[in-house]
């Protein structure tokens, strides 16, 4: 990671210009009332720093949600034509500020990062301390899913029920909300319908267009009584595509099945 300097600064970040209007800018500037508060997500393996608005969830919003500033840097948006809750680094080890051309399109963009101690944070500084104060290591709910994911065997052949509850609740307690599709997995392939329809509807309200957490609520709402919406669910997500998210159903529940 690169430190920033007086004529490399970490606030320096632009969006390619013509992306957001002078107009827009202001507005988002008189209406917005609160900086958003990051959850961060550092995978040493795949050399990635992800950073979104607590509450929210990376995957499953659809098409047209990210604006791409470099090959390794991308805002996620709250909306079409929405403002950025997020971002993700690829190559993170070796970020770089990016430079493009009129500062006032980035300038308006600040965070809080609790877990770092910043306020009032470009995406730069962010990302700069992550890299200082982590020194490579993975955030703890990176670090727990490595534990649900590790060795390749399935989880119920290394861990006991309450064990995978625990390591889940511990995941979510970090402020990672994709837990909520673990424990809706853990609680159907351990018989409690009831609750894990609670946590998987509450993953799908975060990632609308998560196919995974769509198909296996499905399953849930069959397993509750419920076919008619466990067929509705299942004829909306044949259109959509999986993302990294079918690993956890897949560790998780199919895994349990089998």
Sequence with gaps: MNT???ENRVDELRFPPGVFSTREIQRHQA?????LRLVLDHDPAADTLSAIEFGRVPFG???GRRIKITNDFTFQIDAL???PVGFDIQQFSGFATAHFDEPERIEFLRFDAPLLGLTNASADHVAFEASSQLA???TLARRLWQEIHSDGQRLFDRKSAAEIDELL???LRAGDMTAHLGIGAQRLSAGDTQLA???LRTYTRLAPSSRAGLEILAVAEKRDGNSLAASDLETYACDLHYEADRTIVDSIFAGSEA
């Design 4 to 6: 920033p300097s007086s």
């Design 31 to 35: 209406t917005a009332p609160l900086r």
């Design 61 to 63: 919003q659809g098409e």
């Design 81 to 83: 034509g929405g403002w």
């Design 136 to 138: 490579g290591a993975p």
């Design 169 to 171: 609740l511990r995941i």
């Design 197 to 199: 329809v609670e946590h």
